[in-house]
């Protein structure tokens, strides 16, 4: 590897390889060494919109005088295989390129469009100012279809709506809003509650969603390995706070990756051997991630996570080189708030399950 100084006293990186070998990008995740002007995320991203330094751009060496950067395997069509991955590459570009629920902080408008709360019939009647209770959230992953808890959708109570393109669920943004019924649940057909495993389930709306700059849906992310503890991770909902209230407002908490040794030792540690919601321990289907601690106010000492309120919703990333935010988990469950690591429903182990009903044709991939 060659370390390059510029003239602005930059360093960047190169690596001697040759076109099509694989590579790492600055994330450590996988790349292939391509043409740069034949990289779609490279010359929409760091050409065109600017969105990424050149600098950042790792770079595998020159073929004559074609230099060659590390790709994104995302960005080359013919690599492409998953229909998750092929749908990705439809999806509007998030123009909201930033990221920070106990001990987090308030989103903003387009931190996370891809977030839907899930509304149930209200036990007060239709009292206003809303004729629904919130008690989920869900992620959208096609205009049709939301991915979400499975314990969010028990038959004995399901819910009936689900509201995008808000942060405030009292005061809803009505400029911003969508709203569709819900049609059809499809919980995993392995589901056996209390039981934890296969927490995971889809819904089809009634009306599809519209992309727009406050709602669009999340790419999946389709590996099995964990990703590095340097890469942040945020977990989002109107889940309880520090205070143990409710958040009217969409709450959000960077996270960070707990290897499944560890969180499957911790868990055992806290619930024991008989529990029902965990009887073969935290298994590769789940995904842990812990938070660090809060150091001043009531919540001291606990740790930054997803709480009460938050099943169903996401854990995601997201990922500046290609301008999409990528679905990691589902929120699942946690001891309670703060004290242990969270566990969430690892999307990428239901992939074969999830794709032929969110997209059963080539039309359903284009986003139709």
Known sequence: MLIIQDENKQFQFVII????????????????????????????????????????????????????????????????????????????????????????????????????????????GGAEPDQYEWGCGSSLI??????????????????????????????????????SKLKRFIPHPDYKPPSKYNDIALIEVDQPFKYDDYVNAACLYTSLNDLPPSRLLVASGWGLTEAETRSDVLLKVNLTTEPLKQCDQEYRTAIGPQSTKLANGVIATQYCTIGSRIETGAAAGRRRDSCNGDSGGPLHFLDE????????????????????????????AYLDWLEPIVWPDSASLMGG
């Not at 399901?158 to 393109?165: D, N, S």
């Not at 080189?321 to 990428?348: K, M, W």
């Open 321 to 348: 080189t290609v301008s999409r935010f990528f679905l990691v988990g589902v929120t699942s469950f946690g001891l309670g708030c703060g004290e242990t690591a969270s566990i969430y429903t690892r999307v990428a």
């Open 142 to 179: 096609s205009p049709r279809f939301l991915l979400t808890a499975g314990h969010c959708i028990r038959a004995a109570r399901r819910p009936i709506i689900a509201r995008m393109g808000i942060l405030n669920l009292v005061k809803p943004e009505l400029d911003n809003m969508q709203e």
């Open 17 to 124: 390889h040759k076109k099509d070998d694989p590579c790492k990008l600055s994330d450590g995740s996988a790349g292939i060494c391509t043409v740069s002007g034949k990289c779609a995320w490279f010359v929409t991203n760091v050409i065109q919109k600017r969105l990424v330094p050149y600098r950042s751009v790792v770079r595998c060496g020159f073929n004559r005088n074609d230099e060659i950067v590390c790709c994104p395997p995302t960005s080359l069509g013919s690599r492409i295989s998953r229909k998750a991955s092929q749908a990705c590459e439809h999806f509007r570009d998030s123009t909201k390129l930033s990221f920070l629920i106990v001990g987090g902080e308030e989103a903003e408008e387009g931190d996370v469009p891809f977030i839907a709360a899930l509304g149930y019939e209200s036990s007060a």
